[in-house]
């Protein structure tokens, strides 16, 4: 399949993509639901009236909106005829656009001219923590290999509920943060900026779907038809406030000061043939976690950072997402199975994505072992991010000469306020 709009080879966004996003042409202008094409975006509003199959053609409406929440909260069927719908559009042998220089010219936007937003207005934030070489490597840190994982991290996803409010998107800088910190041999905490900043590399879902009612659950089979669609995501961590807050009830402040998600949502359809072959799971999980279809992503993925005054980006770790243990299907089917109710919008986090080398660890926290090792980032080292860092995350799906990416998810720390 090709399009009639020019996709370089090295292009993100070919037609076989088609992530949604939410873009202006003005900083404060109005907003609209875009997918994007190559180094272009197709504005959904200015072709809404052209989905016209049974699914849409009664919400067309859905287009014009300003975010994708009520796009996201119609039935999968509906995602997957609007997906045909804008392949059929871009496809190099359809006329309808291509041959309509009007309407091209209404309907396509540079993304260089274009500001990108929140993909959806954000009711709840849950981070995961799914990555079995993250976790031993942090138990091994903090509790010793003896005891590692914690006894209940093999028999369900272990998650927390985070702060929707300061989730941005990518190209928002951010600033230190302050709290309380406490030294061993300190007898007291003290309080000031965080010195142990540090990223951490994840992916998260949107979930979308109507909403399940308060009290019943989603059951594993019936997962995927609330999984809209993946994005990167950075949640930065200060390890230092982390360390000193987070017994007995986990993270606080040390995470709710920003979290970075990219603009992009690719769609589980555009990830499909990615798919492969889930890891075992020893012991098997309770029923109402098991799944034997492959729902475990094939995507690379790289963090980089650029130091202040620096003109490139320096890569200090690559990982790939299938070495998470806890499908997507089983975070959303865990989620709900106390009656949880889910809606459009809510995003999910999988918890830092880390391999089974030092090069893959996802991490500051792992890659400089908890500060006894230094990181090269150019011809600087690190231990944990200083100011003017700029942390990007990407990913990439490569497979029979076919390339899907999700873009920049970027970041700068700025100073503190003090």
């Known amino acids: 399949m090709k399009s009639f709009i020019d996709v370089a080879p090295t292009s993100d966004f070919?037609?076989?993509?088609l992530p949604y996003g939410i873009f202006s042409t003005q900083p404060d202008g109005p907003r609209h639901i875009g997918v994007a094409i190559g180094d272009q975006i197709l504005n959904?509003?200015?072709?809404?009236?052209?989905?016209?199959?049974?699914?849409?053609?009664?919400h067309q409406d859905v287009f014009k909106k300003c975010t994708l929440n009520a796009f996201m909260a119609l039935p999968r069927p509906a995602w997957l005829e609007a997906r045909a719908k804008i392949q059929q559009l871009l496809c190099e042998n359809?006329?309808?656009?291509?041959?309509?220089?009007?309407?091209?010219?209404?309907?396509?936007?540079?993304?260089?001219?274009a500001t990108m937003h929140l993909p959806a207005q954000i009711g709840d934030y849950t981070d995961f923590y799914?990555?079995?070489?993250?976790?031993?490597?942090?138990?091994?840190?903090?509790?010793?290999?003896?005891?590692?994982?914690?006894?209940?991290w093999k028999w369900l996803p272990v998650g927390y509920h985070g702060r929707a409010?300061?989730?941005?998107?990518?190209?928002?800088?951010?600033?230190?943060?302050v709290g309380q910190t406490k030294a061993p041999d300190a007898e007291v905490p003290s309080f000031g900026p965080s010195k142990l900043m540090d990223f951490e590399l994840e992916m998260a879902f949107f979930v979308g779907g109507p909403e399940n009612t308060l009290g019943t659950r989603v059951p594993i089979e019936k997962a995927e038809d609330r999984i809209f669609g993946v994005v990167l995501m950075n949640d930065w961590s200060a390890r230092d406030i982390q360390a000193w807050e987070?017994?007995?009830?986990?993270?606080?402040?040390?995470?709710?000061?920003?979290?970075?998600?990219?603009?992009?949502?690719?769609?589980?359809?555009a990830l499909r043939p990615y798919f492969v072959e889930n890891p075992a799971q020893d012991p098997t999980p309770p029923e109402y976690l098991r799944h034997s279809d492959p729902f475990t992503l094939d995507i690379n993925l790289a963090v980089t950072i650029r130091p202040e005054g620096d003109t490139e980006d320096h890569v200090v770790c690559k990982t790939n997402f299938k070495h998470l243990y806890w499908t997507l299907k089983q975070q959303l089917a865990h989620h709900t199975v106390n009656g949880c109710n889910l809606r459009a919008g809510d995003l999910l986090g999988s918890g830092t994505v880390s391999g089974p080398e030092e090069g893959a660890y996802g991490s500051m926290l792992e890659l400089s072992w908890r500060g006894a090792k230094e990181v090269p980032v150019g011809s600087e080292v690190r231990k944990f991010l200083k100011d003017g860092d700029e942390v990007n995350l990407s990913g990439v799906c490569d497979k029979n000469g076919v390339r899907i990416g999700f873009g920049e998810c970027r970041g700068k720390i700025r100073p503190a306020d003090i």
């Open 14 to 17: 070919p037609i076989q993509n």
């Open 44 to 58: 959904l509003a200015e072709i809404a009236d052209l989905f016209d199959g049974p699914e849409l053609k009664t």
């Open 130 to 152: 799914s990555s079995i070489y993250h976790a031993t490597n942090v138990g091994i840190m903090f509790r010793g290999k003896e005891n590692a994982l914690m006894p209940n």
């Open 94 to 113: 359809c006329a309808v656009l291509r041959d309509n220089a009007d309407l091209r010219k209404r309907a396509f936007v540079a993304q260089s001219a």
């Open 246 to 269: 987070y017994v007995p009830l986990g993270p606080f402040l040390a995470k709710s000061f920003s979290t970075t998600i990219s603009p992009w949502i690719v769609s589980i359809e």
């Open 165 to 177: 409010s300061s989730v941005v998107v990518s190209g928002t800088d951010l600033k230190r943060p």
